[in-house]
């Protein structure tokens, strides 16, 4: 059993209660940290834009990022995404899950359901 998994999204978020209880029922441990209560810090934002790619990690189809002044949004680069989702959380594509060593997965389809369970098998 590799080291515990970190849940990064918000408890209100459909897909992460979902994750939640799929890694329940797979017996995987973790432990789940919501970005909005518990606050987020830029080097960890800036570690997962590196470990999945920034354009991965910033949704751009939240309210959030609807409700962005143009001028923050217009030419956006990996330092200012990452800057805009440390500074509103809700940016953050969700869940995301750091498996240590086995690196960043971001979102919950079955691509990412493969990278769980290889990680918890390690």
Known sequence: MGPVLIVYGLKNCDTCRKALKWLEAEGIAHR??????DGISAADVKRFAKGAGWETLLNKAS???????DSDKDDITETGAVKLMAAHPALIKRPVFDMGSAGIAVGFRDTQKAQLKKAARK
């Open 63 to 69: 309210t959030t990022w609807r409700s962005l002044p």
């Open 32 to 37: 789940f940290l919501d970005v909005r209560a």
